[in-house]
């Protein structure tokens, strides 16, 4: 049994050190790797924009084919 304790001690030492190293880790780590996520974003906003933009004139020019297909079905059914 004293062997056994002796295991779920050092288990209960391994837990603690890992939270404690991925704290350090992270708190390190976690600003420059934000400040490049976030750049990343900035400079991707204009492109996302522009296909915005695209996005919306395809779907005029959907939306006025779609008109003009009825249009012509409507006539051609007179």
Known sequence: ?????????WVVI?????????????S????????VMMQGADQATPAIEKAQKASEAVGKV???TEDVAKKLKEDAEK
């Not at 049994?1 to 001690?9: D, F």
């Not at 390190?28 to 400040?35: I, S, V």
């Open 14 to 26: 391994l837990i603690i050190a890992l939270i404690v190293v991925g704290a350090i880790y992270f």
């Open 62 to 64: 959907n939306s006025a």
């Open 28 to 35: 390190y780590f976690a600003k420059p790797m934000a400040t």
């Open 1 to 9: 049994m004293k062997n056994e304790k002796g295991i779920a001690t």
